[in-house]
């Protein structure tokens, strides 16, 4: 079926938490050229739900648009970034560890290719580039960047090769050819650099449609600067017991959800309700609350809103959405266990994976 502007424009908002600009994504649907958008991974261990399932469901949204993807394993990236301490060999062993999951994942592959940093960086063109992003600006500006690393914008923690990495992720973004560019909240800033400096070096001025970050399962931080709190909600595979992983098993996707700060009543930065809004919705028509007779018998719903709003007024315990949660994540995540567990490469990849150390 053919796809109207409007009905692609509707899709990608669905993706994008925040567009940049809304205008300029019309003007590229209209011009009818084949459009490339693209997200990148640092290889740094077992791949967390919101890696896997939701950028699976936005891949799949964005494809469905008519937008053709390319997901860049950034193992040069994490090796600039310290991941593994910086073992070359262990993070490329991870990143095909992270190709096999998106495969199991659901994603729809059929406009997806994987590209991979240590492929592109044979290219002198592309160094070329790097050195010529490097000069447009001073060093503070990539400074300002860094975060998109997870680190505090401090020059007593950042290395010199943080900031050749501000410089090849917007260089990522032209030898990629993507006009649009599709990964979380946190890339923000280097996304609007890219928006400044591509026209400048005689490329375009990408698309940024930033994703909404999934939060891990503790409690929220305490602190009310907005940088520090955004680091801090986000899922993070340091914190195991924060995270659910795509190969954890029922009763530690049980475990995590039982124990996942989740207040009666309390809809803001509740994770077990995020999950239930991004990745059960998106995944079935119908969530299934089986309760006892005493505490309201069975229930169902069709959409989140008609669940937050239940939650928000007591009358759906958070043990009782917490055990549906766990029971329909568990069936999505299914499939990817018996991937790891069924295909012999699959499986070696992920005992190797398992055990490196874990790295943030």
Not at 44 to 49: A, E, L, N, R, T
Request: with cysteine; hydrophobic share 40%.
């Amino acid at each position: 079926m053919i796809m109207t502007i409007e009905e692609k424009m509707a899709l990608i908002r669905q993706v994008g938490q925040e567009i940049i600009t809304e205008e300029d994504l019309k003007k590229l649907l209209e011009s009818g050229e084949t459009l490339i958008a693209y997200d990148g991974f640092e290889p740094s261990g077992q791949i967390h739900i919101a890696q896997g399932l939701l950028r699976a469901i936005n891949v799949n949204k964005m494809t469905k648009a008519g937008i053709k993807f390319k997901m860049l394993v950034g193992d040069w990236h994490a090796m600039a970034n310290n991941k593994m301490a910086g073992d070359l060999e262990k993070i490329k062993i991870v990143g095909e560890y992270f190709v096999e999951v998106w495969r199991a994942s659901g994603m729809n592959l059929d406009q997806v290719e994987f590209v991979w940093a240590s492929e592109m960086v044979k290219n002198p063109d592309y160094w070329k580039l790097v050195i010529q992003i490097g000069r447009t600006n001073v060093l503070n500006r990539f400074i300002r960047t860094a975060e998109m690393m997870g680190r505090e914008e401090s020059l007593d923690t950042l290395t010199g090769a943080n900031i050749i990495y501000s410089c090849m992720q917007v260089a990522d973004i032209f030898m990629l050819g993507a006009r649009v560019t599709q990964l979380g909240l946190d890339q923000r800033k280097v996304n609007m650099l890219a928006r400044e400096v591509g026209p400048q070096l005689g490329y375009w001025k990408p698309v940024v449609v930033s994703h909404h970050m999934l939060q891990g399962l503790g409690k929220p931080p305490e602190s009310k600067d907005t940088k520090t709190r955004a680091i801090e909600l986000k899922m993070s595979k340091s914190s195991p017991d924060s995270a659910i992983f795509m190969t954890d098993t029922t009763p530690e996707i049980t475990r995590k959800l039982d124990k996942a700060w989740c207040p009666e009543g309390v809809i803001e930065e509740n994770p077990v309700l995020e999950y239930c809004r991004y990745i059960l919705f998106e995944s079935f028509a119908e969530i299934v609350i089986d309760r006892p007779e005493k505490f309201g018998g069975k229930v169902s719903y069709k959409t989140y809103a008609d669940l937050e709003k239940d939650f928000a007024d007591k009358k759906l315990h958070p043990q009782d959405l917490k055990k549906a949660a766990a029971g329909y994540l568990d069936q999505l995540l299914q499939p990817v266990r018996t991937h790891f567990e069924t295909d012999p490469r699959a499986k070696e990849l992920l005992e190797k994976v398992r055990s490196f150390p874990v790295t943030r």
